[in-house]
């Protein structure tokens, strides 16, 4: 119902920045949130950063301070912005995004995610 296209990730040393961008389309009424988990091998998909349309951010306490989720709601688009990039950093992330339909209903969706490789 809806789609989400992640870009932004790559390959980067410890200490640098990258942004990640993710940007929802279909049938979307309205956005309640967007988010960003990341998923580690070996290890359980977590919550990194979410926003709420009214602009509510939820960050993981490993996160704080670093990363800086924002949104553009015109534009279906959510950003994280990752600095002082650590290799615990370095996992699978995934947009997810919870829209009002235009038809009846709710979804709930994800991306195919992008890898984040930090560099020691």
């Known amino acids: 119902q809806v789609q989400l296209v992640e870009s932004g990730g790559g390959l980067v040393q410890a200490g640098g920045s990258l942004r990640l961008s993710c940007t929802a389309s279909?049938?979307?009424?309205?956005?309640?949130?967007m988010g960003w988990y990341r998923q580690a091998p070996g290890k359980q998909r977590e919550l990194v950063a979410a926003?709420?349309?009214?602009?509510?951010?939820n960050y993981a306490d490993s996160v704080k301070g670093r990363f800086t989720i924002s949104r553009d709601n015109a534009k279906n688009t959510a950003y994280l912005q990752m600095n002082g990039l650590k290799p615990e950093d370095t996992a699978r992330y995934y947009c997810?995004?919870?829209?009002?339909?235009?038809?009846?209903?709710?979804?709930?969706?994800w991306g195919q995610g992008i890898q984040v490789t930090v560099a020691s």
């Open positions: 997810n995004c919870y829209a009002k339909l235009r038809g009846p209903g709710w979804t709930e969706d």
């Open positions: 926003i709420t349309s009214g602009g509510i951010t």
């Open positions: 279909g049938s979307i009424f309205s956005i309640n949130s």
